[in-house]
């Protein structure tokens, strides 16, 4: 990959969708993750203005601390570069005391994971449209495409996706170019959903390396009959995945009224 070009193409996309738009510049969730580190600097290399939330929601220490070191470091190489912290715990914590009972408290864990990146999206488009920003999206293609690895409209609901067409590989490429935070290259990837140390890689059963080898090989027509062992295992958990999660691919299904029932 030739870094340095598609950071510039990458810086040029943004900015030029932002002033088509007419809008100032963007906001973007700071999570101590790679995707959110990358995709902020990218946002705050076009010049335009830049807001990091940061909103935790019972976060692991380790995840808030590498989130405002980042954007402590932001601030200090880029110009135009503001911070809010936004507290949602009580808000999670009252929805959760308004929502009923349930008999087996395990059985709406997924559901409420997928809940806090929701209220992380309503806060993120509440300050996009007080000040003129667009929502940035942080997923890449693996996720986005690959196994759907996101919340629907929750980190999914963005207003557009600067680094959606990288592999997790190219994510890390670019944040070495970018010179982002040694302790946010080398932490574990997780999407910070569950309150512990959880990783992606727990959550889905396969690593980034291993889940974009099994997007390859599914483009090239290949499937878990192809292999054996681990490759066999993996291959199988890419094309679950895939399958289930198609309905976040693609676009929301219409029911199309035939024209002469509507006559």
Known sequence: MQTEKVVDHIVNWLKDYATNAHMKGFVIGISGGIDSAVTSTLCARTGLELLCLEMPIHQAPSQVSRALNHIDWLQKNYTDVSMIKVDLTPVFDGLLAAL?????????????????????????????????YLVAGTGNKVEDFGVGFFTKYGDGGVDLSPIADLMKSEVYEIARFLGINQEIIDAAPTDGLWGDNRTD???????????????????????????????????????RLNKANQHKMVPIPVCEIPAQLKN
């Open 201 to 239: 890689e727990d959550q889905i059963g396969a690593s980034y390396d291993e889940l974009e080898w099994a997007m390859k090989m599914q483009d090239a027509g290949k499937d878990n009959s192809h292999f054996e062992g681990r490759k066999r295992e993996v291959m199988s958990i890419y094309l």
């Open 100 to 132: 009923p009972p349930v008999e087996n408290e395990e059985s709406r864990f997924m559901s409420l994971a997928n809940t806090r990146a929701r209220l992380r999206m309503t806060s993120l488009y509440y300050f996009a449209a007080l000040k003129k």
